[in-house]
């Protein structure tokens, strides 16, 4: 490797994991990293804390969260909303993606396709769903294992 190709990989940014919000939820308020509690936000919250880099919820109600942010519990997911609702949370989310994500920044979404589908088509270039296409329980199994398999 020559020493530009060095400088800039060690420049580079680390990846941000985009994650995504779950049903289950205590019934008070929580920071959003503790207030979802299924098993499958559970095991993504471990997972990408071993990984050391960044993380945001997509959040069908709040839009882009910080796992810090202290929010209420609430009922909506993008399952329940129609195709232009679907839209609008996906330029929003977009809209605060650009304001606190480095561009240059790769991103790792662990979400299924209700909640893909909105922001791919402008974040596909920087871009990675590495569960895509597999069962719930694939998954569970996928971020069980240590994150230098990937």
């Given at each position: 490797m020559?020493?530009?190709?060095?400088?800039?990989?060690?420049?580079?940014?680390?990846?941000?994991?985009?994650?995504?919000?779950a049903?289950?939820?205590?019934?008070?308020?929580?920071?959003?990293?503790?207030?979802y509690?299924?098993?499958?936000?559970?095991?993504?919250?471990?997972?990408?804390?071993?990984?050391?880099?960044?993380?945001l919820?997509?959040?069908?109600?709040?839009?882009?969260?910080?796992p810090?942010?202290?929010?209420?519990?609430?009922?909506?997911?993008?399952?329940?909303?129609?195709?232009p609702?679907?839209?609008?949370w996906?330029?929003?989310?977009?809209?605060?993606?650009?304001r606190?994500?480095?561009?240059?920044?790769?991103?790792?979404?662990?979400?299924?396709?209700s909640?893909?589908a909105?922001?791919?088509?402008?974040i596909?270039p920087?871009?990675a769903?590495p569960?895509e296409g597999?069962?719930?329980?694939?998954?569970?199994?996928?971020l069980?294992?240590?994150?230098?398999?990937?």
């Amino acid at each position: 490797m020559d020493r530009e190709a060095v400088l800039e990989e060690a420049s580079a940014p680390l990846p941000v994991y985009l994650v995504a919000c779950a049903a289950a939820k205590l019934d008070h308020a929580a920071e959003a990293r503790d207030l979802y509690i299924s098993p499958w936000f559970r095991k993504a919250r471990a997972y990408v804390e071993r990984t050391g880099s960044p993380w945001l919820i997509l959040s069908a109600k709040h839009g882009l969260i910080a796992p810090g942010a202290v929010i209420e519990p609430y009922d909506a997911t993008l399952g329940k909303m129609g195709a232009p609702a679907r839209r609008l949370w996906g330029a929003r989310v977009l809209d605060e993606l650009a304001r606190v994500v480095d561009v240059a920044a790769p991103l790792i979404v662990l979400a299924g396709r209700s909640y893909r589908a909105p922001l791919w088509p402008s974040i596909a270039p920087r871009a990675a769903a590495p569960m895509e296409g597999l069962a719930i329980g694939e998954q569970l199994a996928w971020l069980s294992r240590p994150t230098a398999d990937i």
